[in-house]
Structure formats: structure tokens, C-alpha cells
């Protein structure tokens, strides 16, 4: 064997001189070691690892050389020669007398050399430095996970406006990935960097986060959100806070922790079992909302300097979402101090008429609360709204729209759009006409880069007729429930958007007898991510076929919204004919001569008396004359009186074709004509003229109680005197 580990022996099969110049130049460290693990042979790079010379290393053991190294280096070599089989890129760290301050890593293989009868008379061993690749690639993974940490950070921020979600999410992220345990305290009121009050009391915005499974099962004190935690000026928080900057800080520090004056909180710490902190100041703009603190202790992991950054980068990520919640809480209150100013109508009382309406803001999360008969409004406001008016001789308006986009921006748009609305009823204008109008002031209003768009249902319910005369600027379809519970859909009239231009209205005239219901509603109702418009207007029909009140009707069909699924506004309007109104109702040609003034006045006397009006029957003849003789001299053309009672009040109406508006006049003492709208305008409770599509409508609201009626006509016997005579 001693001839065998000679040092001409050891170079058998290969050229001696060359062999031994190969490996003492070569860049990889070799060398070669006996049954004894001491060192034969060794070369340049493996001397300059080592730091020790030729003659130090030849015949010494390796453990004696290396005594600071891992012992498998000395273990595998004597596996090797007992096996005969090679191990190869086995990593093994130590420090060497080159390195004595710094921990290397070697890659070491390990080859048998075997004698001239095969058996394994030594160990070639080479070894690689892979210290620098190492870090590199800890470095890498670093860099890695840091921008994995900020990405789904980043990400978290932006998928929610809601604070709560958004740190809870990065707690979740923090935990474990970053820490064992993350928790946030949030001010009730920011204070600007330079304050400096004795105490900062902070309160627990989300619950405590903890990676260990034992300590998740058990009752972690201080972990409740809304709890209050007060720290004076040597917590870690406060320090965080008087710096700017974050505190990394060691956990079993009493000094520090014992900042935190809330009792029992350093019990909470040893329960926990924490050894490192950071705490991280929250800072938007010059003010400081809170703080988040990490912890590790279980895992045996450290904070490092680097560790130390990405939590501040962390923080950062937290007071974005801060700032933009907090932006997002303006814009709220903003659009819900519009909703409640501009969208909830006050509804009128209706003869013969149940109306109920419903709205939901939507918010994205499905815990939008109702606005209407029930709890007050907390989110975001959109661009619905939906009213009802009042028009001349007891007609009412019903309108509903949405403008596209939400918050504030759609609120502002639906403002004016509901005001604008109110202001062209008020002209009595036809429901088409009323829609060209809105049409032009959208357009009006959407100049510009931010163009506004909006759909609308205006209808007009004609008592006299019992119809609902109505246009659509591109709004789904109104569904009417017919008395005998059949459901249809209200097509016809059909436009486009508002604001496009360039359309023509039409409007549409259907039943609407007693019993009847109408329903209009928005796309909220009909339409979310997982049902489309199609199979939500089935469900509506379905839903709206049910007989009962409009109450009842109208919680029936709330019950239709896809809470989960939408992120829209959800209006809702029913009127239901509940008592008939038309029953008492006289319809009169006119033909174009003056006869046919005193054929009205006799029909109107003999109605009222049968309808047992007796005492309206003086001035609403009176009323009755004027009008027609009005009509008659200044239109020449055939006309139509219709006169209708109410459970309060008479409505006189006379129709012509011609578009001329008349005007009261005011004549001297020597003009024979000119005072009849005058004598109008003293006896009637209301008049006004309200143009048609085949001409005008001149109309007058008579209230028909005793008191109010004996009045008037005191009042103007001069004028029925000066009437009779002429």
C-alpha cells in the first residue's frame, strides 16, 4: 500500500510530469488524500482557498487544517474509500485561515483513486468556491420576493377603495410571507409630523394576523379591532412616529416595549413569543395616520436592514390606500349629500293613484342599504334618480333615468337632469317634446372630453283618458301589469340615448285602467355579472304578475337584485290605478260658432247638478264661457271641451287646433273684449295653456269646496254683471 500512495504511484495511467503540471495550474481546487485523510498532493488554487502553503498542508490531516469546516468534508472522503463510489457537488460551508471572518461555501466531489488491483487507494477531491453565487442568487431571491411582496401590495391597493379590505389583504400578505405577525393601529383624526403630544392613542384597525397554528387557535389578547392602544414617547410606534421613518427594534426589549402604556401589553408580547419589531410610520403627505408592526419570533427568522426597507416600502403601499380611501370618503359624501338632495323625491299624493319607489346605491360590495321607505343612505351615489310631478287638471308626470358613470361626476349630471326635468313639466310640454329638450341639454352638458350620456322614460298619466301617454331615450322598457295580471312590456316610443343628438322622439300612447300597475326601473334591478338584461326582465315580468299593493309589489321585486353580482344603482317607481278616476267625466264637441257657447255652459249646468255639484255650478259656467268664447273668436276652428271631477277639485279643459298661445290682455275702460282671462285668472283656483300636438289646451282647476266657492263668486260679481250684459 505504501507503494501505492507514492508519489509515482499516485499518477499511474498518465504522464507524471504532465499530470502534476496540469493540476497544480489548474483554476479548480484539487487535491489528493490518503486512508489517513491526510493531504498528498495539492495545487495552487486550493492552497490560495486555504491560505496555507505547500509544505503546511503536505502530510497533515485534514481536520487539523481545517478544523473550522463542516466534518463531512473528512467524512465523505472516508465513505468514498470504504464504498469505492464517487459523491459528487456536495455543498459545505466553514471559514478557512484565507477567510477566518467570513463563512465560504465549497462545492465539493469526491472521486476514489484506485491501486493497480482496483482497490481504493485514495481520494481525489475537487472543490469549487461558490460563495459569490450563492449570494448572488440570495440576493436574486430577494429582489424577488421584494417585488412579489410589493407587486401584490400594489395590487391590493388598487383592487378596492374600501381601507378595511385593503388591509386586511396585506395583513394576510404580510403573514407569513414577511412576518409571524402584523397588525395596524390607525388615528381617529391625522396629526401633522411636527406634533408632539405627550400620548398617542391609536386604535387596532384590523385583527391581529399570526402565523403559528397553535397561537391562532388560542385567544389572542389585544387582537380585537377598535381597541385602544396608548403609546408614549419610548414605544417603538411613537418613535416611528416622531422620525418618520421606520423602528426596527428588539422585541424583548422592555425598555422599549413597556412604551406601550396599555396594561397587559407586554404579557402580550411573551405570549406571542416575539424577538424582532418594525414599526412603520403611516404618513400621507405631512400627517401621520398610524402605524404598521411586524413581528417575528417562532420562525427564528431576523429583520435584516434589507428587511427594514420593504417594510417601509410596505408602508408606503398602506398610506396609498389610506389616501385614496380617504379621497374615495370625500367623493361619497359628496355624492350622498347630492342623493339626498336631489334624488329622493318628495312624492305627492295622487288621486286614485298608489305609488312606492325603491333605490339602492350600488358600491361593488353587495351591502348597499335601501334609500326610500327604510334606512338611511352610507355609500356611493350613481346616476339614477326618479320622480313624479305634478301637472295641469290632475295629470302627473312619471319619470325615471340613469346617467352613465357613478359618483360624483353621474350625481351632478343626474342633478341637473332631474331639475331640468321638473322645470320643462312645469310648460306642460307633450313627453316627447320634453325628451328632445333633455336631449339638447345633455349634449350641452357632455361638451367637452368628459362627454355625459343619459337614458330617460318621461310618462304622462291622462285621467281624463285613463291612458299613459310616454317616450324612451333609450331606458329599458317600462312593464305594465294589466288587471287581469298579465305582463307586457311598454315598447314603442323607443329613442336613443340622451345626449347623441340628431334623434326625433316619439311617444306612445297605452291603457291604464283601474287595477292597472305601471313599473319603470333601472338596469340595476334586471342586470348584473351573472344574469343578463333578457332573463332579468323575464324575472321582473314574472315578479310584477303577483297581485297587491305598489308596497308590496315593490319589496317583491327588490327581492330580484342580484346583490353579489351588480355594482349598479338600483331605482325603482310602481304606480298602481287603484281607484278609478275618469268615471266622472263630460266630453263636449265644439263646432267653430258661437252657439256652441251656450251648448257647453247647459252641458256642463246639467252635469254638475247630476254629479251633485251644485255649488260650482255658477262660477264653472261662468269658467266654461270665457274659455269657449275664447277659443271660438280667436281659433275659428272646431275644439273639444272635457270636463272632469275629482274627489277635490273640477278640472275644466278646452282643446283647439290652433298653436297659438292666448295671454291675458289689459284693456282700458274704452275696449269693449280683452277681459275674459281675466275673469279667468280671478275665479279659477289654477289656469294655464299647455300646448299639443295638434294645437293647445287651455285648462282650469275649480276646487270644489262650499267655502272656497261661495268666495270667489262674491268676489267677482262685478265681473259676471259686466259679462252677463255684454
Given at each position: ?10 499518477d ?16 479548480t481546487?484539487m ?15 486550493l492552497?490560495?482557498i ?14 487539523e ?5 463542516d ?6 472522503a ?6 469505492g ?77 374600501e ?7 396585506i ?11 402584523c397588525?395596524?393601529?390607525?388615528l ?47 414605544s417603538p ?6 422620525s ?6 428588539a ?14 401589553f ?13 414599526a ?40 396609498a390606500?389610506?389616501?385614496n ?16 338632495n ?21 358600491s ?15 355609500v ?7 320622480d ?6 290632475g ?14 361626476t353621474?350625481?351632478a ?9 321638473r ?8 313627453a ?7 336631449d ?37 322598457p ?71 299593493t ?12 342580484d346583490?353579489?353580482g ?13 281607484a ?6 263630460l266630453t263636449?264637441p ?11 255652459r ?22 266654461v ?5 275664447n ?11 272635457v ?16 298653436s ?21 285668472d ?45
Amino acid at each position: 500500500m505504501q507503494d501505492v500512495l507514492s508519489d509515482h504511484s499516485l499518477d499511474v495511467g498518465l504522464d507524471a510530469p504532465l499530470a502534476t503540471q496540469m493540476i497544480e495550474f489548474s483554476p479548480t481546487a484539487m487535491a489528493i488524500i490518503d486512508p489517513d485523510l491526510r493531504v498528498r498532493r495539492s495545487n495552487r488554487a486550493l492552497r490560495a482557498i486555504s491560505g496555507l502553503s505547500r509544505e503546511r498542508m503536505a502530510g497533515t490531516p485534514i481536520p487539523e487544517l481545517l478544523p473550522d469546516v463542516d466534518p463531512r468534508v473528512w467524512q465523505l472522503a472516508r465513505w468514498v474509500l470504504a464504498t469505492g463510489e464517487p459523491v459528487e457537488d456536495t455543498e459545505i460551508t466553514g471559514r478557512t485561515v484565507m477567510f477566518p471572518q467570513e463563512e465560504r461555501i465549497w462545492r465539493f466531489s469526491y472521486f476514489p483513486l484506485r491501486d493497480c488491483e482496483g482497490v481504493p487507494a485514495a481520494v481525489g477531491v475537487i472543490l469549487v468556491d461558490v460563495t459569490d453565487q450563492r449570494r448572488a442568487e440570495r440576493e436574486g431571491a430577494r429582489v424577488e420576493r421584494r417585488l412579489r411582496l410589493h407587486s401584490r401590495a400594489s395590487a391590493l391597493v388598487g383592487r378596492s377603495l374600501e381601507l378595511d379590505a385593503t388591509l386586511e389583504g396585506i395583513a394576510d400578505l404580510v403573514v407569513p410571507e414577511f412576518a409571524d405577525t402584523c397588525s395596524v393601529y390607525l388615528l381617529d383624526e391625522p396629526l401633522g409630523k411636527d406634533a408632539r403630544p405627550e400620548l398617542l392613542e391609536l386604535r387596532r384597525a384590523i385583527i391581529t394576523r399570526v402565523s403559528d397554528p397553535p397561537l391562532q387557535s388560542c385567544d389572542i389578547p389585544f387582537s380585537t379591532v377598535g381597541e385602544i392602544l396608548s403609546c408614549n414617547r419610548n414605544s417603538p410606534i411613537y418613535q416611528a412616529f416622531a422620525s418618520g421613518r421606520p423602528i426596527h427594534y428588539a422585541a424583548d426589549d422592555e425598555s422599549l416595549i413597556s412604551g406601550y402604556q396599555t396594561p397587559g401589553f407586554i404579557d402580550y408580547f411573551r405570549r406571542l413569543r416575539l424577538r424582532w419589531g418594525i414599526a412603520v410610520p403611516l404618513l400621507v403627505g405631512r400627517f401621520f395616520h398610524g402605524a404598521m408592526v411586524a413581528h417575528v419570533g417562532l420562525s427564528g427568522r431576523i429583520y435584516t436592514d434589507d428587511d427594514v426597507e420593504m417594510a417601509a416600502d410596505l408602508g408606503e403601499r398602506i398610506s396609498a390606500a389610506i389616501a385614496n380611501a380617504r379621497a374615495y370618503a370625500r367623493e361619497r359624501e359628496v355624492s350622498v349629500m347630492l342623493q339626498r338632495n336631489l334624488l329622493a323625491p318628495d312624492i305627492p299624493a295622487v288621486t286614485g293613484m298608489d305609488i312606492a319607489w325603491r333605490y339602492e346605491p350600488g358600491s361593488g360590495s353587495g351591502r348597499s342599504p335601501r334609500v326610500g321607505p327604510g334606512p338611511p343612505i352610507s355609500v356611493e351615489v350613481g346616476g339614477d334618480w326618479l320622480d313624479v310631478i305634478p301637472l295641469s287638471a290632475g295629470r302627473v308626470a312619471l319619470v325615471i333615468g340613469d346617467v352613465v358613470g357613478r359618483g360624483v361626476t353621474a350625481a351632478a349630471v343626474m342633478g341637473q337632469l332631474r331639475t331640468a326635468t321638473r322645470a320643462f313639466a312645469s310648460l306642460d310640454l307633450p313627453a316627447d317634446n320634453v325628451l328632445t329638450h333633455l336631449d339638447n341639454l345633455v349634449q350641452t352638458i357632455g361638451a367637452g372630453p368628459d362627454g355625459a350620456l343619459a337614458s330617460c322614460v318621461y310618462a304622462i298619466f291622462e285621467p281624463a283618458t285613463a291612458t299613459m301617454v310616454l317616450a324612451n331615450a333609450g331606458h329599458p322598457p317600462p312593464a305594465l301589469r294589466d288587471p287581469d295580471g298579465r305582463v307586457r312590456l311598454l315598447a314603442g316610443g323607443d329613442g336613443a340615448l340622451l345626449g347623441i343628438g340628431g334623434q326625433v322622439f316619439v311617444q306612445a300612447c297605452h291603457p291604464f285602467p283601474v287595477g292597472a300597475t305601471l313599473a319603470l326601473y333601472t338596469d340595476g334591478i334586471v342586470e348584473s355579472r351573472d344574469i343578463d338584461v333578457s332573463q332579468g326582465i323575464s324575472r321582473l315580468q314574472e315578479a310584477l304578475a303577483g297581485a297587491g299593493t305598489a308596497d308590496a309589489t315593490a319589496d317583491r321585486l327588490m327581492r330580484l337584485v342580484d346583490h353579489a353580482g351588480r355594482d349598479d344603482d338600483v331605482a325603482l317607481l310602481l304606480v298602481r290605478a287603484a281607484a278609478a278616476t275618469n268615471t266622472r267625466t263630460l266630453t263636449i264637441p265644439l263646432t267653430p260658432d258661437l252657439s256652441a257657447v251656450g251648448q257647453a255652459r247647459h252641458a256642463v249646468t246639467t252635469a254638475l247638478r247630476s254629479w251633485q255639484l251644485p255649488e260650482a255650478v255658477d262660477t264653472a259656467e261662468l269658467l266654461v264661457s270665457e274659455i269657449v268664447t275664447n277659443a271660438i273668436r280667436y281659433s275659428r276652428v272646431p275644439g273639444e271641451l272635457v270636463l272632469r271631477s275629482a274627489p277635490t277639485a273640477l278640472y275644466i279643459e278646452v282643446s283647439d287646433s290652433d298653436s297659438r298661445l292666448p295671454r291675458i290682455l289689459h284693456p282700458d275702460e274704452q275696449e269693449e273684449y280683452g277681459r275674459g282671462l281675466i275673469l279667468v285668472d280671478a275665479l279659477a283656483t289654477r289656469w294655464d295653456t299647455r300646448p299639443t300636438h295638434s294645437g293647445k289646451t287651455v285648462w282650469c282647476q275649480l276646487d270644489t269646496g262650499t267655502d272656497a266657492q261661495t268666495a270667489r263668486v262674491i268676489g267677482v260679481a262685478p265681473f259676471a254683471a259686466a259679462s252677463s250684459a255684454s
